[in-house]
Nanobody, 122 residues
């Protein structure tokens, strides 16, 4: 089974940029038909999909993020990375990475990480 573990700085300053890492084990991030997503949970908006990177490296983003998010990968380390720039208090959330796979006409959740909390300091 695929396992994921998120890590990050914990606290960031407004207007700064932070990086989150999703360490993947039990499967390759380049495995065919697998997708790797970043999802965050805030008290006001619940679960919000931010973006996805496919097994081939194609990325997809939520338009409302206004191009602040960037997802990349390190295939050597089998990591998926989220970069979020120009942060504000609205970005304070628990951030999760999740693994989806494509089968037939749909996409299915394989696993979630436990999440990492990001706070925005004053």
């Amino acid at each position: 089974q695929v396992q994921l573990q998120e890590s990050g700085p914990g606290s960031v300053n407004p207007s700064q940029t932070f990086f989150l890492t999703c360490a993947v084990s039990g499967g390759s991030i380049t495995a065919v038909n697998n997708y790797w997503a970043w999802i965050r949970q805030t008290p006001g908006e619940g679960l919000e999909w931010m973006g996805t990177i496919s097994y081939s490296g194609t990325t997809y983003y939520r338009p409302s993020l206004n191009n602040r998010a960037s997802i990349s990968r390190d295939t050597t380390k089998n990591h998926v990375i989220l970069q979020l720039s120009s942060v504000s208090p609205e970005d304070a959330a628990v951030y999760y990475c999740a693994n989806f796979y494509e089968y037939g006409q749909g996409y299915f959740i394989d696993s979630w990480g436990q999440g990492t909390q990001v706070t925005v300091s004053s």
